[in-house]
């Protein structure tokens, strides 16, 4: 099994239509800096065939009433208190704009702070605990 013909053709329509004809296309028809989407696990799909950059920040978690439903064999999604996340995507090259626009409204949102990890997954040793104690020794 190699890459023949027909692999490059649709490599080249994927990338096309993902990109000049796609992401691009909506940008500059709309004028926008970035395209604003919920991440429901399809959003990466189309910046991830073009290459370009996506940054994702909470949005949300799902209520604890919520019907969990299964999203592989071991896997399940959405989950009560499960995170969801809104998504910034850019044409090429356009990360600092987005983490710009990300970190913007992360800041003035929050949304990371409504709900809090379980005491048991909250990790007892801090990244600065170790580089402290390194700088230390």
């Known amino acids: 099994m190699g890459f023949d013909s027909d692999y490059f053709t649709s490599l080249a329509t994927d990338r096309e239509l993902g990109g000049p004809r796609g992401i691009d296309a909506a940008l500059q028809a709309h004028k926008l800096d970035a395209l604003v989407l919920p991440a429901d696990g399809f ?71 409504g709900r809090k990890a379980f005491e048991a997954a909250i990790p007892k040793t801090q990244l600065g605990d170790i580089v402290e104690s390194d700088l230390t020794d």
Do not use: H, W
Request: hydrophobic share 45%; net charge negative.
């Open 43 to 113: 959003t990466t799909t189309p910046a991830a065939i073009v290459g370009y950059p996506i940054v994702t920040v909470p949005l949300g978690f799902f209520s604890d009433n919520v019907t969990i439903e299964r999203a592989g064999p071991q896997t399940v999604y959405p989950a009560p208190g499960v995170p969801f996340g809104l998504s910034f995507l850019g044409t090429a090259f356009s990360e600092f704009d987005l983490i710009g626009f990300a970190y913007a409204y992360e800041q003035k949102t929050l949304v990371r702070l």
